[in-house]
């Protein structure tokens, strides 16, 4: 079975272009999120959602920061404007409730440099 | 409030070793999980184990075990004969209802690094 899928892999940007990155989860899983890993900050949560639906999205930073599920399969998480201290490995996970497990499977993750 | 703590940054240890991981959690849920991942240099988060509140059973993977004491809320990590490909940075976390119960507390990992 394909795990989480994320892309791009890697994406270098000039401060203030708009970043898109992109999370395929698991099929069959209902529940899928988005991390930020820095040195600083560490494992930060940004958002998640439950059926396509955000249910907490405290940890989104600023407005500049939008995400989206638009059905089961595709996630997509924005940047606009981009800025150099947004750059950071950006990881999708998924939980499938139908299964009945409560892990969470980590995608690859996105490193956005924002120079 | 939940919260997870992993005191030790970083460890070093010369292969063979045994080390232990360290992970002492905060949570009033009686029903709740703990979780180890792996993140080696190459960056991915990798899920380890799994463990709920009411299986308090130790678990032995190869040369992984974990010890679960809810006596003294803790949820240690240890590796016997320890591996080159050892080395990564291992993360705990938990879940439980009071801050959404499949929303993960993570530490804030600990770096092992294993010496040849």
């Known amino acids: 079975d394909a795990g989480v899928i994320q892309s791009p892999r890697h994406e270098v940007t000039e401060m203030g272009q708009e970043v898109t990155l992109r999370c395929k989860p698991i099929?069959?899983?209902?529940?899928l999120f988005w991390y930020r890993q820095t040195m600083m900050r560490g494992l930060e949560l940004l958002i998640y959602f439950n059926n396509n639906v955000p249910i907490d999205d405290s940890g989104m930073p600023e407005d500049r920061f939008s995400a989206k599920m638009p059905n089961a399969s595709f996630s997509t998480l924005k940047i606009q404007p981009s800025e150099p201290r947004d750059s950071a490995v950006y990881f999708c996970?998924?939980?499938?409730?139908?299964?009945?497990?409560?892990?969470?499977?980590f995608g690859p993750g996105t490193r956005l440099t924002v120079l | 409030a939940q919260k997870v703590t992993q005191a030790q940054t970083e460890i070093s240890v010369v292969e063979k070793e045994d080390v232990t991981l360290d992970c002492v959690y905060e949570?009033?849920?009686?029903?709740?999980?703990l979780f180890w991942y792996k993140q080696p240099p190459s960056g991915e988060l990798v899920f380890l184990i799994r463990r709920n509140s009411f299986d308090e059973q130790n678990e032995i993977s190869g040369r992984y075990s974990w010890n679960f004491q809810k006596s003294t809320s803790s949820f240690n990590f240890t590796i016997t004969a320890s591996q080159v490909v050892d080395s990564a940075v291992y993360f705990c976390a938990l879940s439980g209802p009071s801050s959404g119960t499949y929303k993960y507390i993570f530490g804030t990992g600990t770096r092992l690094k294993v010496l040849a």
């Open positions: 099929s069959g899983h209902d529940y």
């Open positions: 949570t009033r849920d009686t029903t709740y999980y």
């Open positions: 996970a998924s939980i499938g409730r139908r299964g009945r497990t409560d892990t969470q499977y």
